[in-house]
């Protein structure tokens, strides 16, 4: 069975930064399409940031060039670098995956949260102005 687990969020003043922590266990496959998506009170699920195994990282408009979305194969975990965080990235940050099979192009961070199967529990993270 599938589980992720997120870790390292917290609050913030903004400008400050937070990295992100999900380990993945359960996955046998080599291959995987990892995101992290936020939801803030009244708004609908987010997509940030999405990473393939053997590639890089996309990120919605909204947090290109202060995320970075970074995996560590070797100890089956994705993280999310937060850096220059604004009040209006307050929101739960869960972690998610896709099952297999999926397509590589479907792999980004404006995929929709239906296309992903696997989710964590959220981590909070709060940034006050």
């Known amino acids: 069975q599938v589980q992720l687990v997120e870790s390292g969020g917290g609050s913030v003043q903004a400008g400050g930064s937070l990295r992100l922590s999900c380990a993945r266990s359960g996955y046998t496959y080599n291959n995987y399409c990892m995101a992290w998506f936020r939801q803030a009170p009244g708004k609908e699920r987010e997509g940030v940031a999405a990473v393939y195994s053997g590639g890089t990282g996309t990120y919605s408009d909204s947090v290109k060039g202060r995320f970075t979305i970074a995996q560590d194969k070797a100890k089956n975990m994705v993280y999310l670098q937060m850096n220059s965080l604004k009040p209006e990235d307050t929101a739960m940050y869960y972690c998610?995956?896709?099952?297999?099979?999926?397509?590589?192009?479907?792999?980004?961070?404006?995929?929709?949260?239906?296309?992903?199967?696997?989710w964590g529990q959220g981590t909070q993270v709060t940034v006050s102005s």
């Open positions: 998610a995956a896709m099952a297999l099979p999926f397509l590589l192009k479907d792999c980004t961070a404006g995929n929709g949260a239906r296309a992903y199967k696997y």
